[in-house]
């Protein structure tokens, strides 16, 4: 992938009916399996994506609505990037780095 970056998002609805999320979750994987250009792991706390920096951006946006559309009253997204610019990076090569 060109000039892509790496994030990781966690979305984490509030102000819900119940205290489990996982119904939430979910539905917010499911847009990022429907994202085009997008490549990405779920971890256990957070979503890994990988792609341009535009299309993450969108693509952070459209998950942070997701939970408002089913009924949450607050949502908290945090977003950390990696935007490399000297050097091709991608999920795999980090990982590799540091095993």
Sequence with gaps: MK???IAELKVVPLGTQSASLSKYVAAVIDVVRQAKGITYQITPMG????GPLAQ??????EMHEVPF????NRVSTTISI????DKRITMESK?????
């Design 3 to 5: 000039d892509s970056v």
């Design 47 to 50: 979503t890994v994506v990988q």
């Design 56 to 61: 993450v951006l969108a693509l952070a946006q």
């Design 69 to 72: 559309k089913m009924g949450a």
């Design 82 to 85: 990696d935007d490399r610019r």
């Design 95 to 99: 990982v590799k780095a540091v095993s």
